[in-house]
């Protein structure tokens, strides 16, 4: 069975970067879209980016749209947000996750990953 494994969280000041990886097992990431989703105590998940698998095109909210980037490397099975500006309120759990039907935003959900926390803080 598949799994995701994020990486990458971290306490970091507003205005710094950060970047997380998503590590697929078990599946060939290849052949699926890829979300990220956030969520922050108190409120509802929201997805802040997508690449799909056929032509790595990209979407992402107004939210987050010009600081985070999605992208992806097929040969190590991985996906990346890197995530730049940050915001106090972009602190939250970050998620990644597959969908084997190839649209952004993402049509459903078949693996998710466990989470990495991001705190944004001075």
């Known amino acids: 069975q598949g799994q995701l494994v994020e990486s990458g969280g971290a306490l970091v000041q507003p205005g710094g970067s950060l970047r997380l990886s998503c590590v697929a097992a078990g599946l060939s990431l290849q052949n699926y879209a890829i979300g990220w989703y956030r969520r922050a105590p108190g409120k509802e998940r929201e997805g802040v980016a997508c690449?799909?698998?056929?032509?790595?095109?990209?979407y992402y909210p107004d939210s987050v749209k010009g600081r985070f980037t999605i992208s992806r490397d097929d040969a190590k099975n991985t996906v990346f947000l890197q995530m730049n500006s940050l915001k106090s309120e972009d602190t939250a759990v970050y998620y990644c996750t597959a969908d084997h039907i190839d649209t952004c935003p993402l049509a459903g959900f078949d693996f998710w990953g466990q989470g990495t926390q991001v705190t944004v803080s001075s």
């Open positions: 690449i799909s698998a056929s032509d790595g095109s990209t």
